[in-house]
């Protein structure tokens, strides 16, 4: 039987009855309550201060905080926490935490807002990790007129009122869903301790928990946690047997981070006792606390998951316990649900007073066949190659429809789910908008309907790109059904005033509406080059116009030059595009570096934008803005007389045939001579997906071989010199032929940012000062493909130095 949902009672009436009259606080400056809090309650003592702070900054006037029962002569009481006075009127309000395994376990938060006579009453459940009095306090201020729609200063709108009226107030508030938390603290952007207590403020505000504390709820689950719980350092060199079999038939440990790094065989019977083992005593100790163990156990159950990546054991009896479903939303390996949940389940059979807690995610996304789920395993459900693009009631979307049909199957067996989203500013690189807030609207609804008990995700803090995502979501998850439509305009009103705000909404409404409309499903950047077209962000530009010529006041107008730069930002990344279509490299890493230029100046306006630092890697990354640009300058050089010298160019469009039987190979499609009069024509800086018509409604596509070819002049200078094609790349895998003859194979990769290009050397096959012939055959298992970013010939300088 559930006992959560929702918010119970909503209901603010103004006068409705004799006891209802409103309730005046601060009468023209002056204040008329007190507050009184609960002896001996931090949280409520916390809560307190929130409303003496706020109603200052409304009001100037100071109400001040008791002592419950201390000597006060206001007019009005505000009764903060659980109070003597709240439990004189037999005021219900929501307490106790029960962690033990149930079905609605971790649902008792809330909290009340109550007016009776002249006292209010703000109490919510404290207990343990609860902070409902805290919630209480905001939500009560929120009926009064603040807001807090991004951490910080920046994203707070207090009303300014002489006078401040409380309406007659009787509320039973609780969340729809027990978990509600994204951290930014963790991965590759990191935060100033400053930003990080802001992020922290907020979250409070919005009733979101950062992530790191969802341990509080459920265990911990992170990347490698197996290896924790079977240390490789202590059991190795004995029992090499204990460790995953890689696919040379080897026994092999993780790299660096052993702990983290390592997979087990986890069909080998004695993996399985000598961790029960090794959890009973670690739990007789309390090791949870201290050392190494702080992961793999805590106060409600133990949190397990195998390492990053795809880790696999090879071994014949674990690969034989693989039923190799394949999991066509991921290329990287065979699916190892079975085994893997067979394993865990297990473990959790052995603890049925605690939780097991581990991740749905790389080889083991699919929901087990033939596996009983026990009922204290929950699952963080954490697939990660979801579409970004699309919602979950998308039926153009296969990938989302995917996602929910598996996401049901777990749900059938244990009530214990719930989700890490790829999106929140999660995977895509370059920090230009995603679709989150339309996404969530739609989302968290259906996730109420399904059961599911929260989000616990890791974000970044790139508010450029998440907008506001993250608030309609703390709202969502409180309330699944919040007017979202409601909340924006009210937030692009409170932001940027009457004039300006429209303007701006109807911008990013403009963004979300076009990454919604279109045909592919991902969630990388570097695929979105067909979406943010050049003649997409100048069609929407009127609107930033609009909204910088509009009038308000300084603190509006200086908030419409920030959103006016993250245009700016989406327009230099559209230019960056064309301009590597163009081979224009010299345009494109000017553009990046504008990219980065900006994000340093919105930085400046207001610290959660992201500032590109990563300071664990000297060498950045390709996904970000300074990765990006020195990709472009290495390509900029190849053609420039630096490292090499433009002698030809791929075709922007070539010849292409689909191949569904593989019969290219066996008509010779790659002679010179070959016909190919009746094929398509294809762009070949974009996939093929970026530009066919889907199949189907579902929105799926062709997966298989596809032929492209083409031809091209090479410059007569190339004439007794060294010949390089670099190519953009080949989803996933491809083989080349230049005037009929076979040069090379470029092996399957799995799609990650960008390490699909490669420089081959076609010397043999090219004829300088003539025209040549191109063909390239590309094969895609699943999900995206085709050739991607062009490409072009070059004879290097003796500085040429190769991609690694
Ligand atoms: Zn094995
Ligand atoms: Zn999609």
Redesign the pocket.
Known sequence: MRIRNAVLIMFIALATCANAKPLTIVEDGKSQAVIQVAAGQPKAKKAAEAIQKYIQKMSGATLEIIDEGAKSDAKINIYVGHTKAAAKRSLKIPTGFDPSVRDDVFEEEGYILKTKRKDIFIAGNETDVYKGTIYGAYAFLELLGCRWYFPGAWGEVVPEKKTVVVPHLDVLSKPDFALRGIGLNTGWVPMTPQDHTEYKEWTEKIAFDSRGDSGKYYPLVGDGFLGILLPPDKYFKDHPEYYAMNKKGKRVIGEGDILHTTMLCLSNPNVYTEILKNLKTAIAEKHDEQGPNTHRISRHGIGISPPDGSPYCYCDACDKASQKFENIQLVYGPQMSEEYYGFASKLARAFPEKFVATMAYSLRELAPQGVTLPKNLAVMYAPIAG?A??DNK?KS?W??IEYIKNLRQYRKQTAHIYLYEYHPDFLTGLFIPERQTANATVNFPLYKEMDIKGLSAEGRKAFMQTWTSFYVMGKLLWDADTDVAALKKELYFDLFGAEAGPHLQAWWDAVEAHLGAATI?LHEDFMLNNVYTVAFTSSIQKHIDAALAAGGTATQKARVVAVGKIAEHLTAYANMEAAAMRLDYATAAAESQRMLDLKHELNKIYSHFISETFPKSKKPPAFISRGRTNEYKRLLSYTNGDQGNKVGELPLDMKFVRDPYNEGIFSEYYLPEFDDTKWDMRNTHLLWDAQEEPLDDK?HDYDGFGWYRGTFKVAKSAKGKKVIFHSGGVFNEGWVWVNGQYVHHEPHKVWWWWNHTFDIDVTDAIKPGKVNQITVRVWNKAELGGMLRRGFFFTPTDKYVPKK
């Open positions: 579409c693009l699309h998308d979307c990938r989302r499903h929105g």
